[in-house]
């Protein structure tokens, strides 16, 4: 039943002053209860509760004396504070996590018998009189009954200690794994910077060639090649990109080589599965892509090829791309580009990938294997 349903009685109610104060009060409770347990002061408070609840509990039950443990657990209670957070903010961080092991071990035997000292003390004044009378024929400094006091701090103390470690793991561990990210994510910037310019470089030779011939077609080899840098500039700052979108980059760019050579090239670029809502690396197919162009067509004298293939599948994406070599024998070396998209390949999708190189006598081809998980088909959300 909606809002306005409601009888009038019912919306009276809701606007009665102390329905207002338990919904504001129950709402504030509700945001507040979360962060009262990460409070560090609550978090030792109950830390010492559950202490004092457990061993009052443990040893109580032995001849059903509970009143009796609790108090005297809370006699030792300060020695053993004391001792706990004096190993843990003192000697700690200044010895042990510095590595200064003989000097920890030093200050530690040190601190312990002097705790238990003190235990000794509160046994014989407090302890002792109110429970156990007999046992104050015993003399004060009596090293087994010491070690036995030093014995009972302990247990929590030593627990306190785990947990202070193994947090200091957990920060530690997740510092250098936000350091690791960094790195990475800085890594990939450069490579893409180193990219950017390699790419603009050869493109705007192809501009510079029509240019020299006065060709008609330079307007429309500009307005592709901003096209293109608005791709760069705008959607490859993310891991991801649309693969539709990369392929309408490879697209554009294939369309500028062609105002630049002419019939002299032939390309055939296909697409086969479903490339929607896919998603791939930024700029991962143009170095590849450019190569065929560098060290196929620009080479050669005659008429020359290349041949795209992108293979979509549910799983992997596969990457062929293929071209004609010059026939007058030059070798063709790995340049920039191959090397920084080998490298970017690494980064991205470590143990994930495969690259295929076969250089024959006439023609050049490079298999790209992409197992495309699903985490990161999930950057195609940011990426769109």
């Known amino acids: 039943m909606g809002a306005a349903s409601l009888p009038p009685t019912?919306?009276?109610?809701?606007?009665h002053p102390y329905y207002l104060y338990w919904n504001n009060f129950s709402k504030t409770l509700k945001n507040r209860i979360p962060g009262i347990f990460k409070?560090?002061?609550?978090?030792?408070?109950?830390?010492?509760?559950a202490h004092l609840v457990?061993?009052?509990?443990?040893?109580g039950s032995f001849e059903d004396k509970y009143r009796q443990t609790f108090s005297e657990e809370l006699m030792y209670l300060p020695g053993k504070l004391v001792f706990t957070y004096f190993t843990l903010y003192f000697l700690l961080p200044r010895f042990l996590l510095t590595g200064r092991y003989g000097t920890f071990i030093l200050w530690f035997l040190t601190s312990s018998f002097l705790v238990g000292l003190w235990q000794r003390y509160v046994a014989y004044e407090i302890h002792y009189p109110l429970?156990?009378?007999?046992?104050?024929?015993?003399?004060?400094?009596r090293f087994g009954k010491i070690i036995k006091m030093i014995v009972g701090v302990y247990p929590v103390t030593f627990t306190a200690v785990m947990i202070k470690l193994l947090k200091y793991w957990y920060t530690n561990q997740k510092a250098q794994q936000v350091l690791k990210e960094e790195k990475l994510q800085a890594e990939l910037k450069f490579l893409k910077t180193q990219i950017h310019p390699h790419f603009l470089f050869n493109t705007l030779n192809n501009l510079y060639a029509l240019t020299l011939?006065?060709?008609?077609r330079a307007p429309d080899m500009v307005l592709k090649l901003s096209e293109l840098i608005d791709y760069m500039l705008y959607e490859c700052s993310g891991d991801a990109v649309s693969l539709e979108k990369e392929i309408k980059f490879i697209q554009n760019y294939i369309d500028i080589e062609k105002m630049r050579y002419g019939d002299k090239?032939?390309?055939d670029l296909q697409v086969t599965g479903d490339i929607h809502e896919r998603a791939i690396a930024p700029l991962i197919i143009l170095p590849f892509v450019e190569n065929c162009f560098k060290h196929g067509a620009s080479e050669s004298l005659i008429q020359s090829w290349v041949k795209i293939r992108i293979d979509v599948q549910p799983e992997t994406i596969v990457v062929k791309v293929e071209n004609s070599k010059a026939e007058n024998g030059h070798g063709r070396k790995e340049g920039i580009g191959i090397q920084n998209v080998t490298r970017r390949l690494d980064l991205l999708f470590p143990d994930r990938y495969t690259l295929k190189v076969v250089n024959e006598a006439s023609t050049f081809l490079v298999?790209?294997?992409v197992h495309d998980t699903a985490s990161f088909?999930?950057?195609i959300n940011s990426a769109a």
Do not use: C, I
């Not at 019912?10 to 606007?15: H, M, N, Q, V």
């Not at 457990?54 to 040893?59: D, E, M, V």
């Not at 011939?213 to 008609?216: D, L, V």
């Open 265 to 267: 090239l032939d390309v």
């Open 39 to 49: 409070n560090r002061v609550f978090q030792h408070v109950m830390f010492w509760l």
């Open 213 to 216: 011939k006065k060709s008609e």
């Open 10 to 15: 019912d919306r009276a109610f809701d606007r």
């Open 131 to 141: 429970y156990y009378p007999q046992w104050l024929n015993d003399p004060f400094f």
């Open 54 to 59: 457990f061993y009052g509990t443990l040893y």
């Open 377 to 379: 088909r999930e950057k």
């Open 367 to 369: 298999v790209l294997t």
